[in-house]
C-alpha cells in the first residue's frame, strides 16, 4: 500500500497466449494485490492487436514466418520452420479490460515506437526510412529498421493506431515503448535529416524525443498520459511523460530530480525472464541470474532520493519478456513465486 502502482508485465509479441491465460494471469496478479497489468502487444516479432483503420496489421504483422530456436548468440542459427501467428481483436480486448476492471486491476498497452516497429514495418514499408522489403523478425535483439520520423504517413499511422488504442483501454496511462531505438536509418535518411534541420533537432536522439512527443499530443487529446522506457529521456523528455526505469535505477532517479514520475522496473532486481536458480538446471533463458530472495529484497525508492523528490516514484513493476517463454506453463514457471 506504500505505492499506488504495483504492476506485472507480459509479453505476448515474442511468443503469443491466448485469451484465457491472460485472464488467469490477471486472477493471479489481482490475488496478489498487484493493481496494473502492462500488456506488451506490438515488437519487431508480431503486431498482436486488431486496428480497424489498419487491416494489414492483422493479416501480416500478426505472423513471423519461423521462430529462433536457442539463444541467438548460438551458432549456427536454428529455426523451427513453423509459422506463428496471432492478436487479439477489439472484442476480446474489451472483455479482458472489462475482467480486470472487475479484479481492480487497470491494464496500459505498450504500442512500440519508433523501434521495434519490424512487425509494423513488414504490414506498412513505407513507414520504414528504406522502404523496405521488411520481414516480421524470427529472432531478437535490436534491429536498424525503425519508423521513419521524417515521413509524415508515419505520424498519420501512430496517430490512427491511438485513436483506437485510447478508445479500447479506459486507464489514464497508455506505454509507447521508446527503448532501444537504433538512429542509423534516421543519420542516412533524407527525410529524416530534412526533419532535424526544419524542427531546429541537433542529433538524432532530439529526433526521437520529438517523435515521442507528437505521440504525447495523441494521448494528451484523448486525456491520456504516456508512460516509455527510459530511453525517453534521452534528446529531452515529453511533458508530461511518466518513466520506466529497467536499465538499472538511474533512470528514476533523473526523472524524479527533474519532476517526472518513474516506474521502478530496472532488469536487475524485477526481470522475471532471468534464471532463478543454476542455469544448469534450469529451462532456457535469457541469461541474468535473479533468486527469489533479490526479488523480494527489492527497495523501489533509491536511497538518492530526498523525501520530496521521493513521492515521483509511483511504484514498482516486474516484467515477465518471453523470448524464450513459449507456453503459458513456462510463463507461470518463470514468473511465480518471484512475482508473489
Known sequence: PRFAYRGLHLDVCRHFFPLSFVKKYIDVLAAHKLNTFHWHLTDDQGWRIEIKKFPKLQSVASCRNETLVGHYSDT???????????????KEVKEVVEYARKRFVTIIPEIEMPGHALAALTAYPELGCTGGPYETAKKWGVFDD??????????????????EVCALFPGTYIHVGGDECPKVRWEACPKCQKRMKTEGLKDEHELQSYFVRRAEAVLTKHGKKLIGWDE????????????????????GIAAAKAGHDAIMTPSSDVYLDYYQSDPAT???????YLTLEKVYSYEPVPAELNAEEAKHILGAQANVWTEYITTSDYVEYMAYPRAC
Not at 549456427?76 to 496471432?86: A, H, S
Not at 525517453?232 to 533512470?251: K, V
Not at 534450469?282 to 541474468?288: D, N, S
Request: proline share 3%.
Open 76 to 90: 549456427p542459427e536454428r529455426y523451427d520452420g513453423v509459422k506463428e501467428c496471432g492478436y487479439y481483436t477489439q
Open 146 to 163: 525503425v519508423f521513419c520520423a521524417g515521413n509524415d504517413e508515419t505520424f498519420n499511422f501512430i496517430e490512427g493506431v491511438l485513436d
Open 232 to 251: 525517453i529521456l534521452e534528446g529531452g523528455i515529453a511533458s508530461s511523460a511518466t518513466i520506466m526505469s529497467w536499465r538499472g535505477i538511474e533512470g
Open 282 to 288: 534450469e529451462p532456457l533463458a535469457i541469461g541474468g
